[in-house]
């Protein structure tokens, strides 16, 4: 029996149960067939108990009238919309404060990281204290401290501070004017689509010359230039098309204009001030891990210290910044669950909170609400690998 | 991937384990056999549910875990309570982590209907109100067009705030909360012009401002809240068990029993009086409980007017008088089926 192997076939071509990959796939679809076998058994099971138990089931809530008011809402949204809407306006709320604090942690993380080895002792100090600091409170603390010692501290809507009757700010929020736009305000937009892809072309022209002639050209004037300048003209052209909202106070608020909740302002500031301490972690190890011989290439080449950091320390940096910049960004997402400590109106607020209190069946609603969390990052983490196998190390 | 997909189905096994059909007399044996009643309150509502800072924990609430403890084990005080907030109090009665929910919590249609639950009566008749600051010099509701108003999450003040303001054309801009301590918060902050809450409670918490004196209820009563004790639905020996605990405190006034002449009530020749005690009639036999079952909640923990004056009435901070809660004969309609 033993020798059989040997006689019965040629060594490069094993038998189908005998092939690793072929063995590998079985293995792999077997145990995917088993985990979701299992997981329709525990909710097929879980939704069969809970009808028994008189608990209701099923996604029918989403059409019936959700009757609840919501604070903030990007999307059209008022008391006679369904328990459905609920879902985006929740969605979006949660979106907007994830990509607000990922900005601004970034933003604060990688100047904090880099200040953190200025060579300047007091800069260095003080990015130390700060990362020293937030990162070793917990951040629910944070959150209460930005929203309820700082946010909520601002003067009452009658003592607001005031820029100049346009714009104010107090403890119910930041009002600005809003824009409102009239016939003839296409325009504009179509001035800045051309600008936006003429400043790609040129980019890639002056690119293009300078690989090839080594002469630079200022693309981030011109750019500039054309940005503000062609949407300008055609601003002018189209008799100035646009009036603003001035927000003014009615009885107890400010009505019209734009506003800043102080509970997102305190979301988001806290979001960020945490994240951004681990982000200026990464940021100071990815630049202390590209070797000291490239410092002192580019310094006996002359290179004074930005262009330095911009053209030869930060991209090699980057490849070791990425992974771990990628679960700093899934943490803000996850985080940004916190919000209903302070009434921000978020995805777990509004629809894994009120709606799911207001309507009943849990399994269905949490089911959806971590689809949303898992899409977020899932999502997070494919544009962050695409980019890693951008900035590759790219063999020449 | 595969680890997420594990991580997601946890909770979904944790409840599909934990929900179990109730049946009948199970809640009661489980109880007897742990020798105590796990009893959720609130996280902390003054004349409703409280704990002192040895954890004692008192109120017109838990009175009535007490009188469920004192009809099964003669004892009033094999009673461990859970603070729940008002998001947590239903999942928590679901999933079997207590026996019974006495939380200031509103009887409606689908919470008796859609949550696999059933109200075993009404210990207190709320309506929803308004707490202003003084200082804005409002009067009444219908003044507070564009305010702000804070609320806490998973309460039915949510959709009774929206109803009143669409109704009579108003905004409003709502800041829900998590938990009553951040309302409350929000409120002395000055993030909302208005806190909204059943009336009980915000004189509940008026008493929990650093100066109460600033704030006023204003007179509008805008819901019905008939607030009471809750358990699962499909055990109905226990359902009747906590049902009828809170009719005999309510019973016993009725009747003028108290926890100070309930020995001497024993010979009374009242027949009503002689049911509640325990000496004749049906007895605790229909409930499976001992005979003097009701007597030990009476003398154990009152009857529904101590309780009331004790935790919320004249005797507590609140000051609140009967009013709807005064008994049927007495001009409220506090009303319990009769033990005979
Ligand atoms: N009766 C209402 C409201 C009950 C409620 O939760 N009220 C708040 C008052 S702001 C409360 O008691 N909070 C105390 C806590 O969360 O522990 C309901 O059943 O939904």
Redesign the interface.
């Given at each position: 029996m033993s020798d059989l192997p040997n006689v019965s076939h040629t060594p490069g071509k094993p038998a189908p149960w005998n092939d690793p990959k072929i063995r590998a796939l079985v293995f792999q679809a077997l145990l995917i067939g088993v985990v979701v076998t299992f997981g329709l058994y525990l909710i097929n099971n879980t939704l069969h108990n809970m009808e028994q138990r008189g608990i209701s089931t099923g996604f029918g809530f989403l059409d019936n009238t959700a009757g609840f008011g919501v604070t903030q809402s990007l999307i059209e949204y008022d008391e006679t919309y369904t328990y459905g809407r609920t879902f985006f306006v929740g969605l979006l709320n949660t979106l907007l404060v994830a990509v607000l604090g990922i900005i601004s942690a970034t933003l604060l993380g990688f100047v904090m990281g880099v200040a953190r080895l200025s060579r300047n002792w007091l800069i260095a100090r003080i990015a130390t204290v700060y990362i020293e600091i937030f990162r070793n409170i917990p951040l629910l603390l944070q959150i209460f401290f930005w929203y309820f010692a700082v946010g909520l501290n601002l003067p009452r809507p009658k003592q607001s501070f005031a820029l100049g009757e346009t714009i104010f700010l107090n403890n119910r929020g930041l009002f600005i004017p809003r824009p409102i736009t009239e016939d003839g305000f296409g325009l504009v937009i179509g001035a800045f689509v051309v600008a936006i892809i003429a400043v790609i072309v040129i980019a890639r022209w002056a690119h293009r010359r300078q690989d090839a002639t080594g002469q630079p050209f200022h693309t981030v004037w011109v750019s500039l230039a054309l940005l503000v300048g062609l949407p300008g003209l055609a601003f002018l052209a189209a008799g100035a098309p646009l009036t603003w909202e001035m927000p003014e106070l009615r009885g107890f608020n400010f009505r019209g204009g734009l506003s800043v909740l102080p509970e997102l302002f305190s979301l988001t500031l806290a979001l960020a001030v945490y994240t951004g301490t681990f982000i200026a972690e990464t940021v100071r190890a990815g630049i202390q891990s590209v070797s000291h011989g490239q410092t002192e290439a580019a310094r006996a080449l002359g290179l004074r210290e930005a262009p330095m950091l911009q053209l030869i320390i930060i991209p090699q940096a980057m490849r070791v910044i990425i992974p771990p910049l990628t679960s700093q960004y899934l943490n803000v997402v996850k985080n940004s669950s916190l919000a209903a400590a302070i009434g921000y109106p978020d995805l777990v607020a509004v629809f894994a909170g009120t709606t799911l209190n207001q309507t009943g069946p849990a399994v269905e609603i949490i089911a959806m609400t971590m689809a949303v969390y898992l899409t977020f990052s899932l999502s997070i983490s494919l544009l962050m690998n695409w980019y890693n196998a951008k900035m590759m190390l790219r063999e020449r | 991937m595969?680890k997420?997909?594990?991580v997601?189905?946890l909770?979904?096994?944790a409840?599909?384990v934990a929900?179990?059909?109730?049946q009948a007399g199970e809640t009661l044996d489980a109880v007897k056999g742990k020798g105590f009643v796990q009893c959720g309150v609130s996280t902390g509502l003054p004349g409703f549910s409280v704990a002192d800072d040895k954890g004692n924990w008192a109120g017109l609430d838990v009175d009535v875990c007490r009188a469920v403890a004192a009809a099964i084990f003669g004892d009033a005080s094999k009673v461990k309570y859970s603070p729940l907030n008002?998001?947590e109090r239903?999942?928590a009665l679901?999933s079997s982590e207590i026996d019974m929910l006495s939380r200031n919590t509103t009887w409606t249609l689908?919470r008796d209907?859609?949550?696999?639950?059933n109200f075993a009566g009404v210990n207190y008749y709320d309506g929803q109100g308004f707490m202003v600051s003084k200082n804005l010099g409002v009067k009444s509701a219908l003044e507070?067009?564009?305010?702000?108003v804070?609320i806490q999450?998973?309460?039915t003040t949510?959709?009774n705030?929206?109803?009143y303001?669409?109704a009579n054309s108003m905004k409003?801009?709502?800041?829900?909360?998590?938990?009553s301590d951040?309302t409350v918060?929000?409120f002395e902050?000055?993030?909302c012009?208005v806190l909204t809450s059943d009336q009980s409670q915000l004189y509940a918490l008026r008493i929990k401002l650093s100066k109460p004196g600033s704030a006023i209820v204003l007179p509008e009563v805008i819901s019905k809240e008939p607030l009471g004790p809750v358990v699962?639905?499909?055990d109905d020996e226990w359902f009747n068990i906590v049902r009828w605990s809170l009719f005999a405190m309510i019973n016993a006034e009725e009747l003028g029993v108290s926890s100070a002449n309930v020995d001497k009530m024993k010979s009374s020749k009242d027949p009503g009086i002689r049911r509640l005690l325990g000496l004749e009639g049906i007895k605790g036999q229909g409930l499976k409980l001992s005979d003097d079952w009701a007597y030990n909640i009476v003398k154990q923990v009152g009857n529904y007017s101590e309780a009331f004056e004790r935790n919320v009435g004249q005797g507590s901070r609140l000051k609140i008088s009967r009013g709807l809660n005064a008994l049927w004969n007495n001009g409220g309609i506090q009303y319990a089926p009769p033990i005979r």
């Open positions: - | 595969k997420r997909l594990l997601s189905a909770p979904a096994l409840l599909s929900l179990g059909t109730a008002a998001k239903f999942t679901q689908t209907s859609n949550l696999g639950l507070l067009d564009g305010a702000s804070c999450a998973g309460t949510e959709l705030l929206a109803d303001f669409r409003y801009e709502p800041i829900t909360y998590d938990s951040e918060k929000g902050a000055g993030r012009d699962r639905q499909g």
